[in-house]
Nanobody
Framework: QVQLVESGGGLVQAGGSLRLSCAAS????????MSWFRQAPGKGRDFVAA????????YYADSVKGRFTISRDDAEDTMYLQMNDLKAEDTAVYSC?????????????WGQGTQVTVSS
């Protein structure tokens, strides 16, 4: 059973940056696509970004294109989300998910999430 653990969230001023991490247990991380989702208070869960097996392909929600960058380090079983030029509307709980198949992926494991709060 894989475990996904997010870290790196916190409170930041608008225009600032944060880097989120998602560490996976087990030895199968490199075999799966990975994604970030977020859920703002009172709203549903939204897709943020995804990265394919090997990292050759990435996908982004329109709202974060040009500001967020997804990456992965298969040697460390870890995925990252570099978030720049943060806005108040980026405030949410960010969760990582393990995907399979081709894009759009099917998700079979989720982390607990890390809170990102952007003050305006």
């Amino acid at each position: 059973q894989v475990q996904l653990v997010e870290s790196g969230g916190g409170l930041v001023q608008a225009g600032g940056s944060l880097r989120l991490s998602c560490a996976a247990s087990g030895r199968t991380f490199s075999r799966y696509a990975m994604s970030w989702f977020r859920q703002a208070p009172g709203k549903g869960r939204d897709f943020v970004a995804a990265i394919s097996v090997g990292g050759a392909s990435t996908y982004y929600a329109d709202s974060v294109k040009g500001r967020f960058t997804i990456s992965r380090d298969d040697a460390e079983d870890t995925m990252y989300l570099q978030m720049n030029d943060l806005k108040a509307e980026d405030t949410a709980v960010y969760s990582c998910a393990r995907g399979s198949g081709t894009w759009p992926y099917e998700y079979n494991a989720w982390g607990q999430g890390t809170q990102v709060t952007v003050s305006s």
